[in-house]
């Protein structure tokens, strides 16, 4: 894989992307030179391992991150496993990104823990001690590996990287990660809000942002409007506190009576800093602004129905780097 601290751009396969689309969308994305691959694990969708899993068997280089894996769904050594399992027959391919998951979905399937940072912190050490080799940590208050020992370890050890939603679970991504990986929108304001609290450069910073590249930048502004309908919701506000214009964007969410019609009406500048839209060249640009805040990696997000036709739209990025 890649070293931390190059810049790097990579795309998101898209959670509901047609089954016979997925092996050759990644096939496409690595010819295309796309850095990295992210597939999604949400909640009645599709697994992130087994997506991981297939969508490396049928690339020979792309690195591949798995965003998110949520802690409470998955046995920590069980998870070690399956991740070590991947490392080892595709070797500096992939990324592992851990996180508590969203709240309604692990309330859902009865997995939401009383202490969510608690179970956050535990896994994650247990997680990056086994695929380490190292026998597991003592018990803790919800993961009990305690002298568990992976005999089927990677020679090169994955990064752990957190999913993380304040400045609580950055805290923990900053002493217990290899690094951090920052939701959709990630202007570049938090991006930098976020390598400060960080403490400077290093760690892995990996962003994901709503995507649309076309010939005219306008339309594509358009375009990408609808991927930004729920930003307003107080579940992101630190992604947006960084923002000179976030006391704006909140006074207009509040005025507006539904998300459609509050992502229909914002201000077209405030669609070019929230989403990656627009003409190749403007989308560098705004690509080259994330990495100098300090992304290591940025993600983009298709949010156009034409998923493999925007793929090769998006990769018009590309060129120059």
């Known amino acids: 894989m890649t070293a931390a601290g190059t810049r790097r751009v990579g795309v998101m396969l898209p959670r509901d992307l047609p089954a016979a689309q997925v092996l050759p969308y990644a096939r496409r994305a690595e ?61 500096g391919r992939l990324i592992a990104g851990v996180g508590h998951g969203m709240p309604g979905w692990m309330r859902q399937v009865g997995a939401w823990p009383a202490s969510p940072l608690t179970l956050l912190s535990e896994y994650t050490a247990a997680v990056r001690a086994l695929l380490r080799g190292e026998a597991g940590p003592a018990d803790g208050r919800y993961v009990q590996v305690e002298g568990v020992v992976l005999d089927e370890r990677p020679d090169v050890v994955p990064p752990v990287v957190l999913g993380v939603r304040g400045p609580r679970s950055l805290a923990l991504a900053g002493r217990a990660a290899d690094g951090v990986l920052l939701a959709e929108p990630a202007a570049p304001p938090y991006i930098a809000a976020t390598v400060a609290r960080l403490g400077g450069g290093g760690p892995e910073i990996i962003t994901y942002d709503v995507a649309v590249v076309g010939d005219d930048g306008r339309a594509a502004r358009a375009a990408a409007r609808a991927g930004l309908a729920w930003i307003g919701e107080p579940d992101w506000a630190p992604h947006l506190a960084a923002l000179p214009f976030a006391g704006a964007l909140a006074g207009h969410r509040r005025s507006c009576s539904s998300p459609r019609e509050f992502a229909a009406t914002m201000p077209e500048e405030w669609v070019a800093e929230l989403a990656l839209a627009g003409t190749p060249a403007e989308v560098r640009e705004r690509i080259a602004a994330r990495h100098a805040a300090g992304a290591t990696s940025v993600i983009l997000a298709p949010a156009e129905s034409d998923r493999l036709a925007a793929l090769t739209r998006m990769a018009g990025v590309l060129d120059g780097r």
């Open 31 to 91: 010819q295309l030179g796309f850095d990295e691959l992210w597939v999604v694990e949400d909640l009645g969708f599709r697994g992130g391992v087994a997506q991981a899993g297939a969508v490396l068997a049928v690339t020979r280089h792309i690195t591949v991150g798995i965003g998110i894996l949520p802690a409470g769904a998955r046995n920590a050594a069980f998870a070690a496993m399956e991740l070590a399992t991947l490392a080892q027959l595709f070797p």
